[in-house]
């Protein structure tokens, strides 16, 4: 049963502190995604990766937010400093290279809930 | 700027009836659109979709309706059932690219 793993479910830290957040995307998946559901914004897109390498991070503040991709089972998101507004549900997912066949369902992990106070 | 937009926050229907969700657009070059169903506590499902070449999709229970000259796509779920209580969201993108751009999300709740 091929699923999006990701690590912790659920944190909780202080203002301040360096949160990171993994990921395992399904094996053989080549284009990886951070997303952060909030209330008012819905399921925002933080940054992509196709192989490895970066495609898209426009949607990720960038004086504090960073994504990696250090090998192909494997993507981090991290925070540094965390302040209270960054409190939300990190979606990581993935999906097969997309095709005009296939269209583009992508997978969704479970998310791992950050609670800044 | 929301280019996707679910306007209805919730929805409260009877087991049986018909659930109809709603989901409108800006940008006239999205050609690829999904449905997304998530339970709490759960990462979201993908549920259906739909490309811009058709007006309808259908799988069982759920129907994708498609309306491009109102930028207008809806989800009918019929009939209805308890399990289906969940947020729905709607996403739209370009075919080929993985850049959703998704809604905020409508709360579903179906009334046994």
């Known amino acids: 049963d091929a699923r999006v793993t990701q690590t912790p479910r659920h944190k909780v830290t202080e203002m301040g502190q360096e949160v990171t957040m993994r990921c395992q995307p399904i094996?053989?998946?080549?284009?990886v995604f951070w997303y952060r559901q909030t209330m008012m914004q819905g399921l925002e897109l933080l940054a992509y990766f196709r192989n490895r390498a970066p495609l898209d991070d426009s949607g990720m503040p960038k004086d504090r937010f960073s994504a990696e991709m250090p090998d192909a089972t494997l993507a981090t998101l991290k925070i540094q400093p965390s302040e209270p507004r960054d409190s939300a549900v990190y979606f990581c997912?993935?999906?097969?290279?997309?095709?005009?066949?296939?269209?583009?369902?992508?997978?969704f992990g479970e998310g791992s809930w950050l609670t800044v106070v | 700027d929301q280019q996707v937009k679910q306007n209805s926050p919730s929805l409260s229907v009877q087991e049986g009836r018909i659930s109809i969700l709603n989901c409108d657009y800006t940008?006239?070059?999205?050609?690829?659109f999904l449905w997304y169903k998530k339970y709490p506590a759960e990462g979201p499902t993908f549920l259906i979709s739909i490309s811009s070449i058709k007006d309808k999709n259908e799988d069982g229970r759920f129907t994708v309706f498609l309306n491009k000259s109102a930028k207008h796509l809806s989800l009918h779920i019929v009939p209805s059932q308890p399990g289906d209580s969940a947020v729905y969201f709607c996403?739209?993108?370009?075919?080929?690219?993985?850049?959703?751009?998704f809604g905020t999300g409508t709360r579903l709740k179906v009334l046994a």
């Open positions: 997912a993935s999906g097969p290279r997309p095709t005009a066949a296939s269209g583009n369902t992508i997978y």
């Open positions: 094996l053989g998946h080549n284009t």
């Open positions: 996403a739209a993108s370009f075919l080929g690219t993985y850049k959703y751009i």
């Open positions: 940008n006239s070059m999205f050609d690829y």
